[in-house]
């Protein structure tokens, strides 16, 4: 059972093959406790590693896939936005994301599944476009401002270009498969225009709205640092996530 104060990311260790196998990228399934004060929120994985239902029974569903906002990093499972959205809609979401993830594993997480599956609706939560997924002795790295290595400090003095080229690429690359195979695709960014700006015109170029905090009426996500964790989002902030979704949902349902 681990403390507030040791929680850690757990590290994907997947390879370059892994990366690009159909229809999942293994990850570690180790379950975990994690005390927050008097409150104890158990990580429960499936065998694939994700946090979310067994893969045995795909039939009708939503993919879903984002960073630890979406895995509910700090929450309960049954708190956490893609499950508030399984009970709202009654029909079955399979969550991959996974905490520290970048836009490339969002992406070829998503493309991987519904090169096998196909979702009713795939909705991508997009990462910060400052995360990048790198590779050391094999195996992957996800790297983020606070936690990063050589490549990643040498990327970022030599320009914003090198983050937000990638990042623009992999929503694009899931945009354009999902209407190759008419599925219906939302793409969310809890970030505000400042963080997203540099995209916006490249993105809607190819006619990819992206739905980030706009700051206004139903155009907005809220934020706080209330989680079990302190450090990430509450229950009350998924609950209005959803809300937000439903409305953007409810005619591709």
């Known amino acids: 059972m681990s403390s507030s104060k040791n929680l850690k990311i757990m590290l994907p260790t997947f390879n370059l093959q892994d990366f690009y196998a159909s229809p999942v990228i ?3 399934n180790r379950n975990e406790q994690f005390v927050f004060g008097n409150d104890v929120v158990e990580f429960t994985y499936n065998s694939h590693g994700y946090r979310t239902h067994e893969f045995d029974s795909v039939f009708k569903h939503i993919v879903v896939s984002g960073c630890s906002l979406t895995e509910g990093h700090g929450l309960h499972q049954y708190q956490t936005w893609a499950s508030q959205y399984e009970s709202a809609t009654g029909i079955t979401v399979f969550n991959l994301a996974k905490g520290g993830a970048s836009s490339d594993f969002v992406s070829r997480a998503l493309q991987n599944w519904i090169q096998m599956y196909k979702p009713t609706l795939a909705i991508a939560q997009w990462p910060n476009p400052f995360r990048s997924l790198t590779w050391e002795n094999s195996l992957s ?3 983020l401002q606070s936690n990063s290595n050589e490549v990643y400090r040498l990327n970022l003095k030599n320009g914003i270009e090198n983050f937000y080229h990638n990042w623009c690429n ?7 498969l999902c209407k ?4 219906p695709v939302i793409h969310m960014c809890l970030e505000s225009k400042d963080v997203v700006d540099p995209a916006l015109g490249i993105l809607n170029n190819f006619g990819i ?3 980030y905090d706009m700051k206004l009426p139903d155009r907005t996500w809220f934020f706080d640092n209330s989680a079990f964790d302190q450090l990430h989002h ?4 998924n609950t209005k996530w959803i809300e937000r979704l439903l409305n953007l949902t ?3 349902l």
């Open 180 to 183: 190759l195979k008419k599925i």
């Open 250 to 252: 409810k005619k591709m």
């Open 209 to 211: 709205e992206l739905h």
């Open 141 to 143: 790295r996800f790297n």
């Open 170 to 176: 992999n929503i694009i690359s899931l945009d354009y």
């Open 234 to 237: 509450s229950e009350w902030c």
């Open 26 to 28: 293994p990850l570690p």
